[in-house]
C-alpha cells in the first residue's frame, strides 16, 4: 500500500515542470531553514573550522543557500527518467575523463572516483551511467525500506548498479575487476576504528580509509569526481575528473593507508574552498574526536 502511495506521489511531481518543482521545493526549504536551529548551527560551526576568518554574515548566507540547493537537488533527483542523453549534453559538461581512461588503459581496471556530498552527486552518477559508462556506487540503504526500493530504482536508472554500504568490498572489488569505476563519498564523519584522523581544513578529521586500503589492495587509481552547479545557470553543471591521486603501493602499508587518505582530503577540500556553496554542511564532520579533546558540537542541543 505505502509503495504505491509513494509512487503516485513521484509522478505527480514527476508531472510537474522542474522550473516550477524546484521553485517549489526550494521553498519547503527555506521553510526547514527558517525553523531548523539545530542544523543551521551544525552547518555554523562547520564552517568556523572550515574558514576561521569567515564572517558571521557571509557563514549564514552559505548556510540558507545551502538549504535552497537541497531542494534544487531533489527536484532535479526527480527529473532523472527525463534525463537522457540530449538533456544531459544541453545541460552538463563532463571535463577531465582523458584522466580516467588512460588509468583505465594502463591498469586494465577500473577505478575508484573519490566524491563527496557536494553539488548534486546523485546527478553527477547518473550522467556518466548515460554518457560514458554505467558506474557502480556504495551507498547508505535510505532507512524506510519503500523509499529505499524507489531512490534505488531512480539511482540505477542509467545501468549504475547501487552497492550497500554494508559487507561492500567484495562487490568493490568484484566491479574493479571488471572494469567498472566505482564511487565513494568519503567526507563523512566514522568511528575511530573504521578510519584514520588525517588533515581537513584547520582540523584533523577521522576519514574513512577504506578508499585507499581498496586501491593499495587492487593496485588501482583513485581519481577525485565532483559536480560543480553553475553559479548562475540554476540546471547546469560540471563533471570535473581529476588526474590519479598519486600513492606508492610499494611503502609500508599502513603509512600509506594514512598519507593516501590524506591525500584525497586534500582533493576534497580544494573544491570546497573553491565554492563553499556546494558542500553540505550540516553533518557533524568532525564529530569523533582523539581521546580528551573536547567535542567541537557541545553548543548543539
Known amino acids: 500500500m505505502r509503495d504505491k502511495a509513494y509512487r503516485a506521489a513521484l509522478r505527480l511531481m514527476e508531472a510537474v515542470p522542474l522550473r516550477i518543482r524546484a521553485a517549489l521545493f526550494e521553498l519547503v526549504m527555506l521553510v526547514v531553514w527558517a525553523t531548523d536551529a539545530k542544523h543551521r548551527k551544525i552547518g555554523r560551526i562547520n564552517l568556523r573550522i572550515a574558514f576561521p576568518e569567515m564572517g558571521d554574515r557571509e557563514a549564514a548566507r552559505i548556510v ?28 552538463i559538461r563532463v571535463e577531465g575523463i582523458e584522466y580516467v581512461r588512460q588509468s583505465e588503459q594502463e591498469l586494465g581496471l577500473g577505478v575508484l572516483a573519490m566524491t563527496g556530498h557536494f553539488g548534486n552527486w546523485e546527478v553527477g552518477s547518473h550522467t556518466y551511467g548515460t554518457v560514458i559508462a554505467p558506474a557502480a556506487f556504495i551507498v547508505r540503504p535510505v532507512a524506510d525500506s519503500v523509499w529505499d526500493r524507489i531512490v534505488t530504482e531512480r539511482r540505477e536508472w542509467a545501468g549504475n548498479r547501487v552497492i550497500r554500504k554494508f559487507d561492500s568490498a567484495k562487490e568493490v572489488m568484484r566491479e574493479i575487476r571488471r572494469g567498472t569505476m566505482v564511487g565513494i ?21 577521522y576519514t574513512t580509509d577504506g578508499i585507499a586500503r581498496m586501491a593499495l589492495a587492487l593496485r588501482t587509481n583513485i581519481h577525485p569526481v565532483f559536480i560543480f552547479r553553475h553559479p548562475e545557470k540554476k540546471f547546469h553543471h560540471t563533471l570535473r575528473f581529476g588526474p590519479a591521486i598519486p600513492m606508492d603501493p610499494n611503502a609500508p602499508r599502513e603509512e600509506e593507508v594514512v598519507r593516501l587518505t590524506r591525500r584525497c582530503n586534500e582533493e576534497l577540500e580544494k573544491v570546497i574552498r573553491e565554492d563553499p556553496t556546494q558542500w553540505l554542511w550540516f553533518h557533524r564532520r568532525w564529530k569523533t574526536r582523539p581521546p580528551g579533546e573536547p567535542d567541537l558540537y557541545r553548543e548543539v542541543r
Open 64 to 91: 540558507r543557500i545551502c538549504y535552497m540547493r537541497m531542494g534544487t537537488a531533489a527536484a532535479e533527483f526527480v527529473h532523472i527518467p527525463k534525463m537522457g542523453r540530449k538533456y544531459i549534453e544541453a545541460h
Open 185 to 205: 563519498l568519503i567526507d563523512q564523519n566514522v568511528d575511530r576504528h573504521k578510519g584514520v584522523l588525517v588533515d581537513l581544513f584547520t582540523e584533523k578529521a
